[in-house]
């Protein structure tokens, strides 16, 4: 797994898929902070930022930024996002989205604890890699119903590292999968069961 994993989703489905830019046709600004396996050197950590708006009818445009760190690993990524949704009678839409920007993966082995004096990530130091990411989605609505599909990391790029005899770093295409129907139990609450699923190239 290379995506971030985050039990939030349902409060930032803009995360999920770019589709989703624009979809509730307000501005939304999201900032999220995951520190897991607390007290344990080099646990994961994630920071997330998005924002999206609509423009128009039926015009959306995002941005998210992540910094996700563990261990020796960071990874750093930036991307746009534009979507566009149009209607099929009068309650059903749809929602294209695609996104791309920059992926960095950056390796400091200066604190790792080494018991092969000649590994060639120890020798090699600090070293960071480039490329691009890509990501693509749809979403389908009808009154409570949503169905959704997105492939992130689209083009599986890969980055390169300077290490001696070894291949550099490269992203896996990954999918996900989500239906959820709100219910509206009154006028001050409603109920959403709703299913993700994750899954990743082979």
Same mark, same amino acid.
């Given at each position: ?7 939030m ?9 770019p ?17 897991q396996?607390?007290?344990i ?24 930024v992540?910094i996700?760190?563990l ?8 991307s &746009?996002? +534009?979507?566009?949704?149009?209607? %099929?009678a009068? *309650?059903?839409? /749809?929602?294209?989205g695609?996104? !791309? ?22 020798? &090699?130091? +600090?070293?960071?890699?480039?490329? %691009?990411?890509? *990501?693509?989605? /749809?979403l389908?609505?009808?009154? !409570?119903?949503e ?5 992130k ?13 070894l291949? &550099? ?6 999918? %996900? ?16 069961p ?9």
């Amino acid at each position: 797994q290379q995506t971030r994993q985050t039990n939030m989703y349902r409060h930032n489905m803009y995360a999920v898929n770019p589709a989703y830019a624009g979809y509730s046709g307000c501005t939304e600004i999201n900032f999220s902070h995951l520190n897991q396996w607390v007290k344990i050197d080099g646990a994961p950590t994630t920071n997330f930022f998005s924002a999206n708006t609509r423009l128009g009818k039926s015009l959306g445009i995002g941005a998210n930024v992540v910094i996700d760190r563990l261990g020796m690993f960071q990874q750093i990524s930036a991307s &746009g996002s +534009v979507a566009y949704g149009f209607k %099929i009678a009068k *309650e059903h839409t /749809i929602r294209l989205g695609l996104s !791309g920007g920059y992926f960095q993966m950056r390796l400091d082995p200066t604190e790792a604890i080494a018991f092969d004096a000649g590994d060639n990530i120890i020798e &090699g130091g +600090v070293q960071s890699s480039n490329s %691009i990411e890509t *990501e693509a989605g /749809i979403l389908y609505a009808f009154k !409570g119903l949503e169905l959704s599909f997105a492939s992130k990391q689209l083009i599986e790029t890969r980055s390169n590292f300077n290490y001696p005899d070894l291949d &550099g770093y490269g992203l896996k295409r990954h999918f %996900i999968g989500y239906a959820g129907y709100s219910f509206i139990l009154n006028k001050n609450f409603s109920l959403t069961p709703s299913v993700l699923y994750k899954g990743v190239n082979n």
